[in-house]
């Protein structure tokens, strides 16, 4: 398919050319686990709808898309910026057939992505690598030469040391053989990134300080998910996929991101550890006990990319999990962790992996634990505080179960004294004993719900556990952090 696009300030027109015949707008982006419904962007369209996303178009037809998004997984058109990830915009016929795109934009505009340039079109050989290579272009936009193998492509400013020592550290593992584009871009609203197979895209806020372990995470992702993937994530734009997996796709991600920025220094050792106790934290919470990394990244699609207040209670995050795993792997194995990529490299079917596939990777490097991703996450951080020491500083401490924010509750815990004394998310907290005090002790509590005066009594049981501290030395500190480090996190639980 070919496709004539013009761009204007929050909408891009597209001239569609291919057979006559039906053809479909993808439901979401691969990388990003959510049914996003791009096709609800659409708001004029020469065709017959057949479905939701769905039409019978002839050999030519027009649409129009409403690109207003807020963060790089979909479109954005303004007067001065445009950026696309395909899949928001372009329909597929046959996915295996050649697809191209045409920009009609004025002379002083750039233009980044990966797409091969054929004469003035962009293309692709199939719609898998089109809907993999994102458009970016403006009259600002600059192109940073990191090295001869990496750009940054942005209109704002960026710390390019950092990224050259990021990649110069990451590149040891991955050895590409392909020039990459980073697609970066500010926003004082949102934050996120998304792996491509030869770009990434990242906006971050304007006062971001770790933008190394971010660059990081998305930089290395070329290797883990999109070399070398779970067999079982096939991605067909419609319906969800489902993978045990995702705990090793993004949280050991997350783990080489800490340990490259960590090992280049572009962030210090205590930094890094205090990633590393963030991420155990959250495995300190019911849910952690009740759901594995197995389960958590099934159901990535309903839980975490649909988090409710209740998260914490109900699931876990395969990504903080996956970064524990990581750890505990890295800190017993006799070798580095990095090395299991060889292996799969070797070993896999085209890039694709299986658990066990992987299982015996890293017991070939000395780790025989890795089960522990289809266990209670909750078994990965007591097998670190069995082997490696760590402190659970506020166990049997007084608390009441709460996360406030203001006086707003947040989050209760299960169990905790707070659930026990019915307060609900969302309840405000108005007084405690007749004054304006914090809460502490035994207290009389008067709570506004829904507009609603309520009083309860609240008193305070014993903490579980969710502050923590960690000393590394020796050989596990020189491995994983090139040497003695020492850190805390101090959990908003109270
Ligand atoms: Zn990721």
Redesign the pocket.
Known sequence: MFFQVTPRSRYIEVIAKGREGVVVFPTYVP?SYLIRELERNLVEIEGVRISKNKFYVKGTFRYLVYASSKDQREAISTDDYLFINPPAVFPFSEVNEKYCVKLSLPSSWKVATTLRQEGDAFCADNYHDFADSPIEASPNLKLIEVDDMHVISTIDDVDVEIVRKVVGEADKVIQPSRKYVFHFRRSDKNFG?I?HRDSSAIVVPWNREELAILFA??YF?RLN?KELYPADLRHNYEREVYTDLLWF??GF??YFAVKVAVRSGAIERKKGLERVLSALHSLTFPGAKRVSLAESSRTAWIKYYRQDENFLNSSVSYYDGGLALAFYADAKAQRGIEECFKTLRERSRGGAFTFDLLDKAMRELGFEELELAYKPAREILEAIREELGLEVVDEGKEYYGLVLEGNRVKFVEDGSPADRAGLLPDDQIVAVNGTSAPLRGEAEVLLLREGRVKRTKLSPGRNPGHSLRLKLTGKVAEKVFMGEVEGEYKSNVI
């Open positions: 990388g990134g792996e995470h998305e992702h998910v796709s993004e991600t997350d």
